[in-house]
């Protein structure tokens, strides 16, 4: 996160052909640099009937404002199990707020689905299959760190 670099024109362009809407492009160019680079790292893992629930699963965290010290701070007070608020709660709750943010802009199901459950259980309008190479393509966009914590 702290050397994200900008998408090229050409990954913006592979953004813009994945999006159905201007506002999931949207949603998606609002969030900060290393966002983007993970959401398009975890759409081109995904086979290809997942990749906008892949592209646009963290659209959420955008809104809490944090950058990387907060979310650190965040991520390690989950850790601990430590209670946490405002930013710092909206932070670690990123996926219902991303989930809520795709229904305001009309994606389908499975995307509002996957952003608002990936860091917990499958639901069961995701099948097992799809939740599993969701799960596997957020994994491989994010090599040699740990699990998500939430």
Request: charged share 25%.
């Amino acid at each position: 996160m702290l050397f994200s670099r900008p998408l090229s024109e050409a990954e913006q362009d592979e953004v813009r052909s994945l999006c159905r809407s201007d506002e999931e492009t949207a949603l998606f160019f609002t969030q900060p640099d290393a966002d983007q680079q993970h959401g398009l790292a975890t759409a081109r893992h995904a086979a290809p009937g997942l990749r906008r629930a892949a592209l646009l699963h963290d659209v959420g965290k955008q809104v809490s404002g944090l950058g990387v010290i907060g979310r650190s701070i965040a991520s390690a007070a989950a850790k601990l199990r430590l209670p946490v608020g405002g930013r710092y709660a909206q932070y670690l709750d990123h996926g219902p707020v991303g989930a809520g943010l795709l229904e305001e802009a009309g994606a389908e199901e499975i995307v509002v689905e996957y952003a608002r459950h990936h860091h917990g259980t499958r639901p069961a309008t995701i099948s097992y299959e799809d939740w599993m190479l969701l799960m596997e393509a957020d994994r491989k966009a994010r090599p040699n760190t740990a699990p998500p914590i939430r």
